[in-house]
């Protein structure tokens, strides 16, 4: 019962373009959506998070955008560096405060 | 100066055998929680747990068990490990249960 999905396991883009990391969820309870970034043999670490209320959050060279109604949100990275090659995890939590709900990653390769 | 720390990083046993996962939070954050990344790579919680509350998740079976010496430490008991157990496991904290969480390293256990 995957509520949270990640339906591309890899991404590769050229440093400098815009990456795109997209992820959808099934459960309408959720209201709180975050992004982890995961390097080889360490642990998530947080990246950025939006809640219901909004449709966009931005941080830097990050923004994530929520659009409820597709039950769908992305990640965008602007502009792409190597040290951005990383597995990325959409992660989805419910008011309750809930367990969050993980997807299963996007490994991203920027290439010089 | 790690926030969140696990011992061991790598445990390789036997099937049969019982063991423990340790892990420490210098953060000051009142929940703690396991998760098990399988391989098909999907993080999901396995308990959640703070002084009041522990929040199992009903399919862990129950040779699995959290045990918290104190606020800054949840240790993860296995008997009678199974092949199956073999995976990596991730100990987290957030300051309350519907805090962003920080991850530890990971433990990967390997059950031959």
């Known amino acids: 019962d995957q509520q949270v999905k990640q339906n591309s396991p890899s991404l590769s883009v050229q440093e400098g373009r815009i990456s795109i990391l997209n992820c959808d969820y099934t459960n309408s309870m959720f209201d709180y959506f975050l992004w982890y970034k995961k390097y080889p043999a360490e642990g998530p670490t947080f990246l950025i998070s939006i809640s219901s209320i909004k449709d966009k959050n931005e941080d830097g060279r990050f923004t994530v955008f929520l659009n409820k109604s597709a039950k769908h949100l992305s990640l965008h990275i602007v502009p792409s560096q190597p040290g951005d090659s990383a597995v990325y995890f959409c992660a989805a939590r419910g008011p309750n405060n809930n367990d969050m709900r993980f997807g299963a990653g996007t490994r991203l390769t920027v290439k010089p | 100066d790690t926030a969140v720390s696990q011992t061991p990083k790598y445990l390789v046993t036997q099937m049969g055998n019982d063991k423990s996962i340790k892990c420490e939070q210098n953060l000051g954050h009142d929940t703690m929680y396991w998760y098990k990344q399988d391989s098909k790579k999907f993080l999901k919680i396995m308990f959640s747990?703070?002084?009041?509350?522990?929040?199992i998740n009903e399919t862990v079976p129950n040779r699995f068990s959290p045990k918290s010496p104190d606020k800054a430490h949840l240790n993860l008991h296995i008997n009678s490990l199974e092949l199956g157990d073999s995976a990596v496991y991730f100990c987290?904290?957030?300051?309350?249960?519907?805090?962003?969480?920080?991850f530890g390293p990971g433990t990967r256990l390997l059950v031959l």
């Open positions: 747990y703070n002084n009041k509350e522990l929040i």
């Open positions: 987290a904290s957030s300051q309350t249960r519907s805090g962003t969480q920080y």
